[in-house]
């Protein structure tokens, strides 16, 4: 899949292409993530996106409207113990707040999702809060073919649990 594809968005705005997360969309992504709910800084967010795009198995695309950052989806390959293949789990996906419901979350899912196939990719999945603020989220996911399958377990570890 070629690293920028355009989309032409709906409402008369501006082309809009996704490509590669790039270490100048930090100030971008800052306020993507605030819109998410995850305030966070230059300096915090900067480190955060260098340890992941050192990890091969991570992969960020972002959605550019006039040079600036409107959407982000993050990606990892997994595969599994119990089968032979792999899937991509989204692991974040982010539209700019004021532009939300113009089809850029859209976009960045088909994006991701083609890009997983021709990568050989079996499944596309992920997982999301049960909150009630994500209500929104869990129609955006079942109107693209998402099937809730199952349930996420987490247990938080603290350092005393650690022995520490």
């Not at 992504?29 to 050192?54: C, F, H, Q, W």
Request: glycine share 10%; aromatic share 10%; with cysteine.
């Amino acid at each position: 899949m070629q690293p920028n594809r355009l989309w032409d968005s709906r409402g008369g705005k501006s082309t809009m292409f996704i490509r590669s997360y790039e270490q100048q969309d930090v100030e971008a992504v800052i306020e993507l993530m605030a819109d998410l709910g995850y305030p966070t800084n230059k300096e915090a967010l900067s480190a955060r996106m260098e340890k992941i795009a050192s990890i091969p198995s991570y992969y960020t695309f972002v959605a550019v409207r006039d040079g600036q950052a409107v959407g982000m989806i993050g990606c990892r390959d997994i595969f599994y113990y119990e089968e032979d293949g792999m899937v991509v789990q989204i692991s974040l996906l982010v539209t700019k707040q004021s532009e939300q419901g113009s089809g850029i979350g859209t976009a960045l899912v088909a994006y991701t999702e083609q890009w997983a196939r021709e990568r050989g990719a079996s499944a596309l999945y992920l997982t999301s809060g049960i909150k009630e603020s994500r209500k929104k989220a869990h129609a955006f996911y079942e109107a693209r073919g998402f099937d809730i399958t199952g349930y996420r377990f987490v247990k938080k570890l603290t350092m005393h649990e650690l022995g520490n």
